[in-house]
């Protein structure tokens, strides 16, 4: 017999769920197997767990982002003054790299966390990819600054050529 709230398999003739706790009713058919109709679409009300986006993630995004500026600013400085557009183009490349690693980093733990609550078999799919978003906008991010500071550097040091 399976649990119309939360989908725990429960011995015939049971009368709560061992999983959420919640009255069960008797089958109204021969069939104990429940076909797609009957399966809950509700989260278990017992031990659930929720997943949010690691901070490790949440700052990897904010430093990308800083990072995407920076490399705008180092475009339009590398014109201007090109020693300062060289430094802050390798610090924007620096701080690229770094919000990579914590994206990366972020992203291993949701895996990590998402496998742990799949072999319960409670299975939070949107929650999960709404927190992976975060962890793959600071990868992105990290990666654009990389291109577009590197690409700023390399401004500079022809206009460095050029003129001096």
Excluded: W
């Amino acid at each position: 017999m399976f649990c119309s709230n939360c989908g725990a398999q429960n011995a015939d003739g049971a009368r709560f769920c061992s999983g959420c706790g919640c009255a069960l009713q008797e089958p109204q058919q021969e069939n104990p197997q429940p076909n797609a109709a009957q399966m809950p679409k509700a989260e278990p009300q017992g031990n659930t767990k929720r997943i949010k986006s690691p901070s490790i993630s949440k700052a990897g995004m904010a430093i990308g982002i800083v990072a995407i500026i920076l490399a705008g600013v180092t475009l339009g400085g590398g014109f201007l003054i090109p020693v300062l557009g060289i430094l802050l183009g390798l610090l924007c490349v620096g701080l690229s790299i770094l919000a990579i690693a914590l994206g990366a980093i972020g992203m291993q733990k949701l895996n990590r966390e998402y496998r742990e609550i799949a072999m319960k078999n409670i299975v939070y799919r949107d929650e999960f990819n709404s927190a992976k978003s975060v962890s793959m906008v600071a990868i992105v991010c990290g990666v654009m600054g990389v291109l577009i500071g590197g690409f700023g550097m390399l401004c500079s040091i022809m206009v460095m050529s050029i003129f001096m």
